[in-house]
């Protein structure tokens, strides 16, 4: 088990993989820079026309998306047969086979065939995708997926960049030779993929059992509605299809905006290009530090607000044509306002990882392991949608409405704010997590110990915990990969502002024998119903709040769970949160003390599951007690 995400790029369930993702995505960017490469030196030449540069230019992207709408629900139910790494291996094949062809269009110099070759890595395209992002859960522990995600998102942004900037310098660099060496270039690139994907153990099929369904139409349908069953993974897929369309805005007059506002040439776009990758790149990477290991969806409300400032201060930085004209990036770095732009970039992109990646691990781990890769088809063809709609209203707005890009970055921004504010009302356990890590990172340094390798993976299991503050139901969530449905005594349910937190967890209120029976009772119930369905339940066996520190002796409630459903129970303890805010330590007014309180030092310790069948409260408070130790 890895203890970061950079310790999966030393095994083999994990680098493999990536180094084949990397591969497609670079040799996917070379191979469509070195088309425009070729057309260059075509209209240079005389061979080709101005019109037919044009066309060509235009048809491009159009051939190259037009499989995920043709054959993205074929793909996803193939992944979801198929034993993951042989479909990969299949799939880099095709690639080798598509780049033959597509060296022997760059050879030929064959537009008709280059085009040809163009629409297969499309088809090729259509089919990785619902297996790369299918076949993280089946080699990546819960605590690792947002890391895994994050070495993804990040590995292809710069593969994009960096085959886009091989790709164009193919042409320049080897002048008459240019189309054998990009051809010989994507032939290699695709041979390196394949010999990668033979080293990808092997990882299992999601259903295969399953029955294909050949025709697009209606099963494109039926897939769609299989993102839609459960709203936090249906708006995490529309979350992730609206980066995309974000994106696709941003990137796509990326050039233009070089050129006219940054007053640069092609050299500068690249650079601003980079700077919005590796703004990716980093945020991307930070979402396992700041999610602590877990799939912290409370990070995709900071994303989105990071989105929409940047984009805001992108519309105002300079919103008239640059006065300069051919700047170099050093140029361009020597002119009054250029560090605002290069930090509204990075900051763009660096908040668009942050959104995405935990977008991914949501939808990776709430999501049935025989239905997600027809997930992810169906996500890939609302990504397409959303591609070709943002393109269709850059275009529009500026030609029709005359709109300048600022005006339209900054109408971005504001869809953005809204779409996002929308996302969020309608499922609140977005910013429900995003609350709660605000209020636990803010409040506490925390440390988590044996919680990824004691709490299980899948499956129903109870937590119990001593009780020592407000704030413990939203420590420990922040430290378990999984949800956890907590039991908690009603009058702190109903704490203001915490009862919209608790409610909308689904925490599970509970009253004393003697204050309400029909609530206990139903309270009983519902978490007897939550471990019949493989949920967690975490529950504070000491029925209150200690009053002085020391962990009072566990009520029978806990037995009467394990006797109506023996699950595994997992004992935890907290430590060191008796000195913190919100415990019973002070007076009402003494709790709120700062700083003595504020940024305490908090542990989270886990013990080895118990067989419910044997457990008793007398059993697991002495385990508890021994977790907490003299810490209190």
Avoid at 242 to 267: R, S
Avoid at 381 to 386: M, V, Y
Avoid at 562 to 574: Q, S
């Amino acid at each position: 088990m890895a203890h970061n995400q950079f310790e999966l790029l030393a095994q083999r369930r994990f680098l493999p993989y990536f180094v084949v993702q990397l591969l497609g995505a670079f040799n996917d960017n070379v191979f469509r820079q070195a088309i425009i490469g070729l057309i260059g030196v075509m209209v240079l030449a005389g061979a080709m026309t101005g019109d037919e540069r044009a066309t060509y230019t235009q048809l491009a992207p159009a051939i190259f998306i037009l499989p995920y709408f043709l054959f993205s629900a074929t793909a996803g139910q193939i992944a979801e047969k198929l034993e993951k790494a042989r479909l990969i291996r299949i799939v880099t094949l095709m690639e080798i086979a598509i780049m033959s062809v597509a060296a022997m269009g760059f050879v030929l110099q064959s537009m008709p065939v280059l085009l040809a070759a163009l629409f297969l890595t499309g088809v090729q395209s259509t089919l990785f995708g619902p297996v790369k992002y299918s076949i993280l859960p089946s080699v990546l522990k819960p605590e690792e997926l947002t890391g895994g995600n994050g070495l993804v998102e990040m590995g292809t942004s710069l593969s994009i960049l960096l085959g886009m900037i091989a790709g164009g310098l193919v042409f320049a660099l080897a002048g008459a030779d240019g189309p054998w060496v990009a051809g010989t270039a994507v032939i290699a690139l695709a041979v390196a993929g394949h010999l990668a994907s033979r080293a990808i153990p092997e990882a299992g099929a999601g259903a295969p059992d399953l029955r294909i369904q050949w025709n697009p139409i209606p099963e494109s349908v039926r897939i769609w509605r299989l993102t839609r069953r459960q709203p936090a993974v249906r708006n995490s897929v529309l979350g992730v299809s609206w980066f995309w369309f974000v994106g696709t805005v941003l990137t796509g007059n990326l050039p233009v905006y070089a050129e006219e506002f940054m007053g640069g040439t092609a050299t500068l776009y690249v650079f601003a290009l980079a700077l919005f990758s590796v703004g990716v790149g980093i945020g991307s990477l930070g979402c396992e530090k700041l999610s602590a290991r877990t799939v912290e969806i409370g990070l995709v409300p900071l994303g989105a607000l990071g989105m929409s400032v940047f984009l805001f201060d992108l519309a105002f930085a300079r919103q008239a044509a640059a006065t300069a004209s051919n700047l170099t990036v050093a140029g361009f770095l020597a002119q009054p306002g250029s560090t605002r732009l290069c930090i509204d970039l990075v900051g763009i992109g660096l908040s668009a990882g942050v959104f995405v990646v935990p977008l991914f691990a949501l939808i990776q781990s709430r999501t049935p392991k025989d239905e997600l890769a027809r997930v992810i088809a169906g996500m890939n063809i609302q990504n397409a949608l959303l591609i070709v709609l943002a393109t269709g209203l850059s275009i529009g707005a500026q030609q029709l409405l005359g709109w300048t890009l600022p005006q339209l970055f900054l109408a971005l921004a504001v869809v953005n704010t809204l779409v996002s504010l929308w996302i969020f009302g309608i499922v609140p356990e977005f910013a429900m997590r995003f609350v709660s890590w605000l209020l636990v990172r803010s409040l506490y340094r925390l440390r988590v110990h044996g919680v990824e390798r004691h709490v299980p993976d899948e499956g129903a299991a109870l937590i119990v915990c001593n009780h020592v503050s407000y704030m413990d139901a939203l420590i420990l969530a922040g430290s378990i990969p999984r949800p956890v449905r907590f039991v908690m005594y009603y009058r702190i349910f109903n704490i203001p502002v915490m009862r919209w937190i608790f409610r909308t967890a689904r925490a599970i209120p509970i009253a004393g024998a003697k204050e309400d029976p029909a609530l206990i009772q139903r309270a009983f119930d519902e978490i007897d119903a939550a471990l019949a369905a493989g949920e967690l339940v975490g529950i504070f066996p000491e029925g209150a709040l200690t009053k002085d520190g020391a962990i009072a002796p566990f009520k029978s409630g806990v037995e009467k769970i394990l006797a109506r459903r023996p699950v595994p129970v997992v004992p935890m303890a907290l430590r060191g949160m008796w000195a913190s805010m919100w415990s019973r330590r002070d007076t009402r007014l003494g709790r709120m003390r700062v700083p003595r309180r504020f940024r305490a030092h908090v542990e989270v310790v886990a013990d080895a599951p118990v067989d419910g069948a044997t457990a008793s409260a007398a059993s697991l408070e002495a385990q508890v007690r021994a977790l907490r130790g003299d810490a209190a």
